[in-house]
């Protein structure tokens, strides 16, 4: 299995709503990463885990909590947010985590993404 | 602070044809690595190529390749023999030690039949 997957695809709430974004990797990777991404523009990354542990957060309102139960999966919990929150919610992984190194091992493969409406 | 520059926020090729897409960035790190991702109107980031800094030869894959140039921190896509699958919004983007994407803000090529 050489993928990431996300569910859902698509995704619309209300406001009050509390829903999960879920992304998933079977290749041993070891670094998951949560991007946000607006129409024509690059992707903006909200959080890294390096081996299940919270390693970046590029200060992302607490209305987003990311979640790492496992070394396969990454769920990116969303409560309260607000229409501006609409966009395409990315997930990598890549083989190692940021070691200060340089190599293909810090290489990252996409998930499909999510697209989340927010009403 | 890694920055990546794409100037160009729009291009269009004629099926058959071959394209490039500039990029130029600034890194102070001496090892790093650049790619180049398509991202279709499906939006799934598909990576192009990569090129290793360290690496003079131009790396290919099939009907694309680069032209790096290192001391002019320039990192080109060159698309050959355009087809109407490669209608995407493609990314320039660059890796250091800290392993962060650094990415160009992205130009749009249309492939016209």
């Known amino acids: 299995d050489t993928e990431v997957t996300q569910t859902p695809k698509h995704l619309v709430m209300g406001m009050t709503n509390k829903k999960s974004l879920k992304c998933e990797q079977h290749m041993g990777h070891r670094a998951m990463y949560w991007y946000k991404q607006k129409a024509k523009k690059p992707p903006e990354l909200m959080f890294v885990?390096?081996?299940?542990?919270?390693?970046i957060n590029e200060s992302v309102p607490s209305r987003f909590s990311p979640e790492c139960p496992n070394s396969s999966l990454l769920n990116l919990h969303l409560h309260a947010l607000q229409p501006e929150d609409s966009a395409l919610y990315l997930c990598?992984?890549?083989?190692?985590?940021?070691?200060?190194?340089?190599?293909?091992?810090?290489?990252?493969?996409f998930g499909p993404g999510t697209r989340l409406t927010v009403l | 602070a890694q920055t990546v520059t794409q100037s160009q926020p729009e291009m269009s090729v004629q099926e058959a044809e071959t394209v490039t897409l500039s990029c130029t960035y600034d890194?102070?790190?001496?090892?790093?690595?650049l790619f180049w991702y398509k991202q279709p109107p499906s939006r799934q980031m598909i990576l192009v190529i990569r090129q290793e800094a360290y690496k003079q030869q131009n790396a290919t894959e099939n009907r694309f390749s680069v032209n790096f140039q290192k001391a002019a921190k320039s990192f080109s896509l060159k698309i050959s023999d355009s087809q109407l699958g490669d209608t995407a919004m493609y990314f320039c983007?660059?890796?250091?030690?800290?392993?962060?994407?650094?990415f160009g803000k992205g130009i749009t090529l249309s492939v016209r039949p």
């Open positions: 983007a660059l890796t250091g030690a800290n392993s962060k994407l650094t």
């Open positions: 990598a992984s890549s083989p190692l985590p940021p070691s200060g190194r340089v190599g293909r091992y810090n290489e990252q493969f």
């Open positions: 885990y390096s081996y299940e542990k919270l390693s």
């Open positions: 890194t102070s790190e001496s090892n790093y690595y």
